[in-house]
Each structure stands twice: as structure tokens, then as C-alpha cells.
């Protein structure tokens, strides 16, 4: 299986609420790996989430040319961005990956990508993901404990120092793994708010002594280029001046 070596992300704050039937969701970029989308709003009683005007998408790409080019064509596949408030996008090279994820086969989930050679330094863009077989045994009640968790931790790190933005998203497909995305100043701010002692930590022991999702992955990013605004800032170049 290919795996990426480069995503774009982006971040999407609509006019108002929408749901899967009120977007053009069909579109994706050319030559990408995978297009995945979906809402950023509460958790509703059967683990979904509700009506959202946040939405996110994430594409994976094999090379650079290809990710540029879907990066610089947002407005073919990002579903109504000229209905959107604010919008922000960042290119990304995966400097680091551990983990399964289904992003790439959903039939057979594994690692997700193939980590570059050269880090280039600066800000760290972090992409977590989670998920559940869907086959005999499914619990859609271990979907609900570990998504009301993940909002608890992101609550959490809302406060955390050297963070500076970030999105949970549930992808509009069923059985499709769960992604949260947060920029952080530099890696050490965000491995002191994650492994210290505190939610996240906690959610992480739990994870290793009760299995409460069937799996995860983690990769680390550098960003190589933004564009747009999410609450008034470019993230990013927010990230650099606090370095």
C-alpha cells in the first residue's frame, strides 16, 4: 500500500450549520491519496456529530508536486468555500508517523505515512486519529466514551502553553477513523502538555490498559506554506513569532 509522505488540511467556518446533503461533498483533489471531510460540532447520543458550521478536510498526497498542485486548487474540491466566513489551509510534510489508520484502504488499515528524511524545523502541526472496526462485536458505545473523551481533552488543551489552534473532525462516512489537528509552537511545548500528568496522559494510560479504540496513529508535520485566516490569524505565522 502507498503510503503519503505529504497532506493538506483545511479549515472551513460556514455562514451557518450544515449537514452531509447541503455540501458538494463528491469533489477531491486530482492525484491525492485520499480526501477525507467532515464537521467539527458537539457529540450527538449516538456518537455522531451534530449540524456544524466548522468543517475540515484532510488530503494525503505521495509527492510534492501533487500536493502543491491540490493545495493551490482548493476552490475545484474544498466543498462551498465562497460560502464560507473564514477558511485556512497549510501544506504539510509528515516528519514523523507511527500508528494505523484506515485514511488510505478502508478494507485493510495500516500506517498511514512515510516520514521524511529532512525535517525542516519549526512549528509543529500534530494529526492524531482513531477508529473502530465496524465487523461482529461492533460497541458503538466505546465510539461515544472515546469521542466524549477527545472533546474533554481538547478542552483541556484549549489553556495548554505553546498552543496555538486546533479541530477535531468525524468524518461524514461511516467507519471512517476520527481526526484531531492542533499547531503548536515548537515539539517541546507540545510534548510537555501531552505527557505530562493531566487528561491527555490519562486518555493515553487508558487507551494502553483498556484498548478503548481499535486503533490509532500520531504523525508530526512541518508546515511549508499557508494560506488564509482561522479567528482572525494564520496559526502558523502566529506559531513563528512565539518560537
Not at 472551513?12 to 446533503?21: G, V
Not at 450527538?44 to 484532510?58: H, I
Not at 461482529?136 to 478542552?155: E, L, S
Not at 509552537?185 to 494502553?208: F, L, N
Request: aromatic fraction near 8%; charge should be neutral.
Amino acid at each position: 500500500m502507498t503510503r503519503a509522505r505529504y497532506a493538506s488540511i483545511h479549515w472551513l467556518r460556514y455562514t451557518a450549520r450544515r449537514t452531509p446533503d447541503q455540501l458538494p461533498l463528491a469533489s477531491q483533489p486530482a492525484a491525492c491519496l485520499s480526501w477525507k471531510v467532515g464537521p467539527d460540532g458537539a457529540l450527538g447520543a449516538d456518537g455522531r456529530r451534530l449540524p456544524s458550521d466548522v468543517w475540515c478536510g484532510v488530503a494525503t498526497y505521495e509527492n510534492e508536486a501533487d500536493a502543491r498542485a491540490g493545495f493551490n486548487e482548493r476552490e475545484r474540491f474544498v466543498p462551498a468555500l465562497d460560502q464560507t466566513l473564514e477558511n485556512w489551509h497549510v501544506l504539510l510534510l509528515a516528519v514523523a508517523h507511527r500508528g494505523e489508520c484506515n485514511h488510505l484502504d478502508s478494507e485493510r488499515p495500516g500506517p498511514m505515512f512515510e516520514q521524511s528524511q529532512h525535517d525542516p524545523g519549526g512549528p509543529l502541526f500534530v494529526m492524531t486519529t482513531a477508529g473502530f472496526n465496524l465487523g461482529p462485536g461492533f460497541d458503538v458505545g466505546r465510539v461515544i466514551d472515546f469521542r466524549k473523551n477527545v472533546d474533554h481533552v481538547r478542552a483541556w488543551l484549549g489553556s495548554a502553553d505553546g498552543r496555538i489552534a486546533s479541530q477535531v473532525i468525524t468524518p461524514h462516512t461511516p467507519g471512517d477513523d476520527g481526526v484531531t489537528m492542533s499547531v503548536w509552537r515548537d515539539d517541546a511545548a507540545m510534548v510537555s502538555a501531552a505527557y505530562r500528568p493531566g487528561k491527555h496522559r490519562d486518555q493515553i494510560e487508558r487507551y494502553k490498559a483498556e484498548h478503548t479504540a481499535d486503533r490509532t496513529s500520531f504523525t508530526r508535520f512541518r508546515a511549508l506554506e499557508t494560506c488564509g485566516t482561522w479567528g482572525g490569524i494564520d496559526p502558523v505565522a502566529v506559531a513563528r513569532r512565539r518560537e
